[in-house]
């Protein structure tokens, strides 16, 4: 392709997000690539010219176009497309590491993403040790002569802490180990993270790469070895994808970077709202100058995401109220899709956590995680206003709308 809006040789992201990955439109041909069904494609021996092809490979038409979109967005040389954002994380850290080996992690992780490396993993031979990714000396004093991956997450749920990329890199490269970050709540519109450094970039695509909550997948993206070594655990694991997830995946991706867009415009708008609310005690959004990350989340993100948490006060009772009081954001765990969704870490993400740990973290009983979809932001004022306005004297919200 000709040179692009990203002024290099290279076509810009939301050009990518439409045309990557797709067939060259030829006469009589559709449009939109079908869906290709088929588990297996007639071969008959290398004389075929052709790979064996086979949907467990990854090599199915729908399989390869979203990979190859993936890559494109993330400005890598490979990408892959998986069965859900564990089966990503899983084959990377299993492509990387052998028994014996030795993973550094981030405190801040996933919940499930945590129980792999805590619990799971060391049933296999491999462990981790997990450190505060805001100590920049924590990553390399965690290092042993077997680590093999350092992992980050960023931002971080439920807080949407912006770690620095740069002491987890710095630890990574001194120990030959791969820099892997889950990169789900920041999307390749926010910040490609390749150009941070990091070697596999991971994210749920479920979340917002999908869009439309009603798939479950995960990526991919690096350098062509790296993956082909998680494809290879792909494989014999089988974590693929499935070609109709693969299919409804790569239509999500196509307006990403529209929906990104509106993502980061309404949440940053309904967070500065939201510090006017009273009842609200504490307003999280890295673009928020009163969150600690702001500095760098603004340096480091062309947008500051689609999720804000806010705390209540009157602690969990509150936030069981306000959940239950709302009309159109809906209450269900899982985010990034073009509906408002809301949820209570105690009751999902941290629910293993006592009220007391939890509070250490950062997520106090009443806190409450929204990811802001696409709706009209005076409707979803609307409704958080009406949640909001209940026990009178209590946590009632403020009348004017600002
Ligand atoms: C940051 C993050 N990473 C990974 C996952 C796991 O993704 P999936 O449910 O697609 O396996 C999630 C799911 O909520 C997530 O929020």
């Known amino acids: 392709m000709k040179s692009g809006a990203s002024g290099k040789d290279r076509p810009g ?22 869906i290709v069904r088929s588990s297996t494609f007639y071969w008959s021996g290398p004389s075929d010219g052709v790979d064996l092809r086979y949907s467990r490979y990854g090599n199915n038409p729908n399989q390869i176009s979203v990979a190859a979109k993936v890559a494109a967005l993330e400005g ?36 499930a993403t945590h129980a792999l490396l805590a619990h799971e993993l060391p049933r296999r031979g491999i462990t981790t040790t997990f450190v ?15 680590t093999r991956v ?60 999908g869009g439309h909550s009603d798939l479950i997948a995960g990526v991919v993206a690096g350098s062509r070895p790296l993956i082909e070594g998680v494809a290879k655990m792909m494989k014999l694991y089988g974590g693929s994808i499935d070609p109709q997830a693969a299919w409804l995946l790569e239509r999500g991706m196509r307006t990403l970077p529209a929906r990104m867009e509106r993502h980061n415009r309404s949440a940053h708008a309904l967070a500065e709202w939201f510090t ?32 804000v948490s806010i705390v209540l006060n009157g602690g969990g009772e509150a936030a069981d109220r306000f959940c239950s009081r709302l009309r159109l954001a809906v209450p269900a765990p899982s985010l990034g899709g073009v509906e408002t969704l809301v949820s209570q870490p105690r009751h999902t993400s941290h629910v293993d956590l006592t009220s007391e740990e939890r509070e250490a973290l950062g997520i106090p009983d009443g806190f409450v995680r929204i990811s802001v979809g696409l709706e009209d932001l005076e409707d979803l004022k609307a409704d958080f206003r009406h949640a909001a306005a209940t026990s009178p004297g209590r946590w009632a919200v403020e009348q004017a709308t600002g």
């Open 13 to 34: 992201t939301a050009t990518s997000a439409v045309h990557a990955g797709c067939p060259a439109p030829r006469p009589g041909q559709p449009v939109v690539q079908p």
């Open 76 to 111: 890598t040389e490979a990408g892959l497309a998986l069965a859900s954002g564990m089966a990503a994380i899983s084959s990377t850290i299993l492509a990387a590491a052998d028994a014996g080996d030795h993973v550094v992690a981030s405190r801040h992780l996933y919940g």
């Open 132 to 146: 505060d990714p805001g100590d920049p000396a924590a990553w390399g004093a965690a290092l042993t002569p077997r």
């Open 150 to 209: 350092v992992l980050i997450e960023l931002p971080t749920n439920p807080t949407l802490r912006v770690f620095d990329i740069g002491p987890a890199r710095r630890a990574a490269r001194s120990a030959g180990a791969i820099l892997a970050a889950d990169m789900t709540f920041a999307t390749p519109v926010n910040i490609r993270a390749a150009e941070h450094g990091v070697d596999a970039v991971i994210h749920s695509a479920t979340k917002y790469l």
């Open 276 to 307: 006017g609310v009273e009842g609200v005690r504490q307003v999280l959004y890295p673009g928020l100058p009163s969150h600690p990350d702001h500095e760098r989340a603004v340096r480091m993100l062309r947008g500051c995401g689609g999720m």
